[in-house]
């Protein structure tokens, strides 16, 4: 019989159970937020504008993580049509 996993007080029907599902179970965040303004500036500081200038149609994620996050939206997302989603992370393959 297949179970579901609780992940991020979520049941999801498909995952599995792995460090990675487990990744959040027992963290202990810091109470102070851990970076500097020098930790989060990029080593090439300046205008990026060029980079983003032609569209870059690419997978970040391979196959069978996107086929994975399908399912886990599917477990957990309003249906089509029954609610409303705001991706702000969306790509050309997201929707």
Same mark, same amino acid.
């Given at each position: 019989?297949?179970? !579901?996993?609780?992940?991020?007080?979520?049941? @999801?029907?498909?995952? =599995? @159970?792995?460090?990675?599902? $487990?990744?959040?179970?027992?963290?202990?965040?810091?109470?102070?937020? /851990?970076?500097? !303004? =020098?930790?989060?500036? /990029?080593?090439? !500081? +300046?205008?990026?504008?060029?980079?983003?200038?032609?569209? =870059?149609?690419?997978?970040?994620?391979?196959?069978?993580? $996107?086929? #994975?996050?399908? $399912?886990?939206?599917?477990? @957990?997302? /309003?249906?089509?049509?029954? +609610?409303? @989603?705001?991706?702000?992370?969306? #790509?050309?393959?997201?929707?």
């Amino acid at each position: 019989a297949t179970h !579901a996993v609780g992940v991020c007080g979520v049941d @999801v029907p498909h995952a =599995k @159970v792995s460090p990675a599902s $487990r990744a959040l179970d027992s963290s202990d965040w810091p109470e102070a937020f /851990p970076y500097t !303004a =020098k930790d989060l500036t /990029p080593m090439m !500081a +300046g205008n990026d504008g060029f980079f983003y200038f032609l569209p =870059k149609f690419v997978q970040h994620a391979g196959e069978e993580c $996107r086929d #994975s996050l399908t $399912r886990f939206y599917e477990a @957990v997302l /309003p249906a089509s049509g029954e +609610g409303d @989603v705001l991706d702000l992370c969306s #790509s050309w393959t997201s929707h």
